[in-house]
């Protein structure tokens, strides 16, 4: 397999507290990495250095061998038109509704016809089971249905690689392992790159070909799903049962 | 020494802001003077900004003509010269109250509205939706906003002296007796085109700043919903002292 997206020993702080000390991770072309950790360890951190959001004060990251912390303008665009990111909170546009949003891409940046679009996004749409939703604004939606309104949205441009920050928080364990059922199925359709973050331990081991574990601003494990299930090491076993005795410091 | 230490470091924190600012600026210049330029999201602006800011204007225009007319009328009373009255009413609302009341109201209305959706936006991580998606938010978010505000701005303030010039007769007329002729034709006698290029300028120049400062504060607005309330007092304020602070150096230096 080739490798797809390299993050090597980046560090990070915000207002001198350091939140990534030396992270580095390997994702291979179709390969869905699961990224977890605590909360507020820095894993939205790494997503969000991955499309260049957010630049490392120090260390690389490389996309197809290509180093994009220095990319700007249209490099940047460009490398960025490769992605498409699931938000935590699924930043769709308020102001616009459901077919509005999963558009805006191919509208802006596309130039398709307004026929082949609304194909594109009602196709879409159906394939996340909004059908019929089509009209109704964010603010209308529940949390499932603004996530899969997200997904859609980051789906309708067939990007090469997908970011999905946080895709079943908040949502009920239903809804929830429909989300990553869906992001199983159409993967298998599409083949994107992807990595998820997630809490959803034993749901997002089904789908991800790897984990990796931050833990303390760096990568403590990276493995297969059987590896990490299998693992003895005492912080990834209270992380996985989410025990409160261990050496995880709560506070 | 902890005071001089506080003072550097509000001096830094200000002039790191400023520099800000002008950088932000600098940007929103080149992607307005570069395509592709977003017509209907313009269109869109001149509606808010020009179009939902009419009854407020009116409103103004229409009280501040009223008040300018009873108060011209009593003191040229004195002088006997309430002859004058028309012209005195005219040339303070073209060349002073009507782009300054206007933009003062505009930053008000749409100006806080304008801070809070872009904060928003910010917060809810729509900016950084629309940059991944590789578009960059200056081209749909800050341009069509000043763009809209140079066209909405002299356009209100047009709005804002006719219908101030039409309050001051229906007082100073109407009310208080002075002649319909005399009102009307002293003011043809008295107020220059460059009377009312000078308020057309100024308005302009407030359609700037406000579109500027509101829209930079709701770009850099802090987290939560107490980082966007802030950002909207903030832009307000400064919008509103910025447009009287330059409406005197204009006034000053250049007419």
């Given at each position: 397999?080739?490798?797809?997206i390299?993050?090597?020993?980046?560090?990070?702080?915000?207002?001198?507290f350091?939140?990534?000390?030396?992270?580095?991770?390997?994702?291979?072309?179709?390969?869905?990495?699961a990224?977890?950790?605590?909360?507020?360890?820095?894993?939205?951190?790494?997503l969000?250095?991955?499309?260049g959001?957010?630049?490392?004060?120090?260390g690389?990251?490389?996309?197809?061998?290509?180093?994009?912390?220095?990319?700007?303008?249209?490099e940047?665009?460009?490398?960025?038109?490769?992605?498409?990111?699931?938000?935590?909170?699924?930043?769709?546009?308020?102001?616009?509704?459901?077919?509005?949003?999963?558009?805006f891409?191919?509208?802006e940046k596309?130039?398709?016809?307004?026929?082949?679009?609304?194909?594109k996004?009602?196709?879409?749409?159906?394939?996340?089971?909004?059908?019929?939703?089509e009209?109704k604004?964010?603010?209308?939606?529940?949390?499932?249905?603004v996530?899969?309104?997200?997904?859609a949205?980051?789906?309708?441009t067939?990007?090469?690689?997908?970011l999905?920050?946080?895709?079943?928080?908040?949502?009920d364990?239903?809804?929830?392992?429909?989300?990553l059922?869906?992001?199983?199925?159409?993967?298998?359709?599409?083949?994107?790159?992807?990595?998820?973050?997630s809490?959803?331990?034993s749901?997002?081991?089904?789908?991800a070909?790897?984990?990796?574990?931050?833990h303390?601003?760096?990568?403590?494990?990276?493995?297969?799903?059987?590896?990490?299930?299998?693992?003895?090491?005492?912080?990834?076993?209270?992380?996985?049962?989410?025990s409160?005795?261990?050496?995880?410091k709560l506070? | 020494?902890?005071?001089?230490?506080?003072?550097?470091s509000?001096?830094l924190?200000?002039?790191?802001d400023?520099?800000?600012?002008?950088?932000?600026?600098?940007?929103?210049?080149?992607?307005?003077?570069?395509p592709?330029?977003?017509?209907?999201?313009?269109?869109?602006?001149i509606?808010?900004?020009?179009y939902?800011?009419?009854?407020?204007?009116?409103?103004?225009g229409?009280?501040?003509?009223?008040?300018?007319?009873?108060?011209g009328?009593?003191t040229?009373?004195?002088?006997?010269?309430?002859?004058?009255?028309?012209?005195?009413?005219a040339?303070?609302?073209?060349?002073e109250?009507g782009?300054v009341?206007?933009?003062?109201?505009?930053?008000?209305?749409?100006?806080?509205?304008?801070?809070?959706?872009?904060?928003?936006?910010?917060?809810?991580?729509?900016?950084?939706?629309?940059?991944?998606?590789?578009?960059?938010p200056?081209?749909?978010?800050?341009?069509?906003k000043?763009?809209?505000?140079?066209i909405?701005?002299p356009?209100?303030?047009?709005?804002?002296?006719v219908?101030?010039?039409?309050?001051?007769?229906?007082?100073?007329?109407?009310?208080?007796?002075?002649?319909?002729g005399?009102?009307?034709?002293?003011?043809?006698?008295?107020?220059?085109?460059d009377?009312?290029?000078?308020?057309?300028f100024?308005?302009?120049?407030f359609?700037?700043?406000?579109?500027?400062?509101?829209?930079?504060?709701?770009?850099?607005?802090?987290?939560?919903?107490?980082?966007?309330?802030?950002?909207?007092?903030?832009?307000?304020?400064?919008?509103?002292v910025?447009?009287?602070?330059?409406?005197?150096?204009?006034?000053?230096?250049?007419?």
């Amino acid at each position: 397999m080739d490798r797809m997206i390299k993050i090597d020993d980046i560090h990070k702080s915000f207002n001198g507290f350091l939140v990534l000390k030396g992270v580095s991770l390997e994702v291979e072309k179709g390969e869905i990495l699961a990224l977890i950790g605590g909360s507020g360890n820095g894993k939205s951190v790494i997503l969000k250095h991955v499309v260049g959001l957010i630049i490392p004060d120090q260390g690389h990251v490389y996309i197809d061998g290509k180093d994009i912390c220095h990319l700007k303008g249209k490099e940047l665009e460009a490398l960025r038109s490769r992605f498409g990111f699931l938000f935590q909170g699924g930043a769709l546009f308020s102001s616009l509704t459901v077919f509005d949003n999963v558009a805006f891409p191919l509208r802006e940046k596309i130039h398709l016809s307004e026929e082949e679009i609304r194909k594109k996004v009602l196709h879409q749409l159906d394939q996340v089971g909004l059908s019929g939703a089509e009209h109704k604004f964010p603010a209308e939606l529940s949390g499932g249905m603004v996530k899969r309104t997200a997904f859609a949205r980051a789906l309708v441009t067939q990007p090469e690689i997908i970011l999905f920050d946080e895709p079943t928080t908040g949502l009920d364990p239903v809804i929830a392992h429909t989300i990553l059922d869906l992001i199983k199925s159409i993967h298998r359709q599409l083949g994107f790159t992807a990595i998820i973050v997630s809490h959803e331990l034993s749901r997002v081991f089904k789908i991800a070909h790897k984990v990796a574990m931050l833990h303390e601003g760096k990568i403590l494990f990276s493995g297969t799903p059987e590896e990490i299930l299998a693992s003895q090491n005492p912080v990834v076993k209270q992380f996985i049962s989410g025990s409160l005795e261990g050496p995880i410091k709560l506070y | 020494m902890l005071w001089i230490r506080k003072l550097g470091s509000i001096t830094l924190s200000t002039l790191r802001d400023m520099g800000r600012m002008g950088l932000f600026f600098g940007q929103t210049l080149f992607c307005m003077a570069t395509p592709p330029i977003k017509f209907s999201w313009i269109i869109k602006q001149i509606w808010f900004i020009g179009y939902q800011s009419m009854l407020v204007i009116f409103l103004t225009g229409a009280f501040s003509g009223m008040v300018l007319g009873l108060q011209g009328f009593y003191t040229l009373n004195r002088f006997g010269s309430t002859a004058l009255l028309g012209p005195m009413v005219a040339l303070s609302l073209i060349k002073e109250l009507g782009p300054v009341l206007s933009g003062l109201m505009v930053t008000g209305r749409a100006g806080s509205a304008m801070t809070a959706e872009i904060g928003i936006m910010r917060i809810s991580e729509q900016i950084d939706a629309m940059e991944l998606m590789g578009l960059n938010p200056f081209r749909y978010l800050i341009v069509p906003k000043l763009i809209g505000a140079i066209i909405a701005l002299p356009l209100l303030t047009a709005i804002f002296d006719v219908v101030g010039i039409f309050g001051g007769y229906l007082v100073g007329g109407k009310l208080l007796g002075v002649g319909e002729g005399t009102y009307f034709g002293e003011m043809t006698n008295y107020v220059r085109m460059d009377d009312v290029l000078e308020g057309i300028f100024k308005s302009l120049c407030f359609g700037v700043i406000i579109s500027w400062i509101c829209s930079y504060k709701g770009f850099s607005a802090g987290f939560g919903a107490e980082g966007v309330s802030k950002a909207t007092t903030q832009a307000v304020v400064l919008s509103s002292v910025l447009i009287l602070f330059w409406d005197y150096v204009m006034t000053s230096l250049l007419f």
